[in-house]
């Protein structure tokens, strides 16, 4: 196993002047194994950083030198927490499918209160509609962190199992 570790300083595209740069020092965020997934919180500017069997971390990119939080979380996190989540724009959640998880979605709701102190909610959430497959063995069982997307202008989310599958 591999430390699950984020380095001390973040890049990022300016769009200001497109050029690549790098924010202020911040801790490390050390000690999970394996590895795990970063996601963007666009309503409260966060990132959040998941691993299966550790709570979420994150980091206000208004505030990179606070460091990372440990976010407090209720509900059963899902067994395939570190896959992609989506954010949902229309309910402002968050959700992700497993790999072969059926209908079913697994979902994190931020608190309506203070998301430094205030609980963080694991759900779930069975959908209809076209049957969702699973995902397709091409490439091997690597991660298929990135077919579970939220498409803007039709303000729903879609699945894609692998290269040669509709998208649902």
């Known amino acids: 196993h591999s430390a699950f570790t984020v380095e001390p300083t973040l890049q990022y595209l300016d769009a200001n002047d497109w050029r690549v740069k790098q ?8 000690g999970l194994p394996g590895y795990g997934t970063v996601f963007l919180d666009p309503v409260r500017r966060l990132l959040i950083a998941v691993r299966e069997g550790y709570p979420p971390r994150a980091i206000d990119l208004n ?20 896959q992609r989540w989506v954010f949902y ?67 729903t989310m879609a699945w894609i199992a692998g290269e040669s599958s509709k998208v649902i």
């Open 89 to 155: 724009e229309p309910d402002g959640r968050f959700y992700t499918r497993g790999n072969r998880s059926g209908q079913t979605l697994s979902r994190l709701t931020p608190p309506l209160g203070n998301w430094k102190t205030d609980t963080w909610t694991y759900s779930t959430v069975n959908i209809s509609g076209a049957t969702m497959p699973n995902h397709t063995s091409t490439g091997g069982e690597v991660g298929h962190y990135g077919t579970l997307f939220y498409v803007p202008s039709l303000k």
């Open 63 to 82: 505030n990179f030198s606070a460091g990372w939080t440990v976010l407090k979380t209720s509900g059963s996190q899902p067994a395939e927490a570190d």
């Open 23 to 30: 924010t202020p020092s911040i801790p490390y965020l050390e």
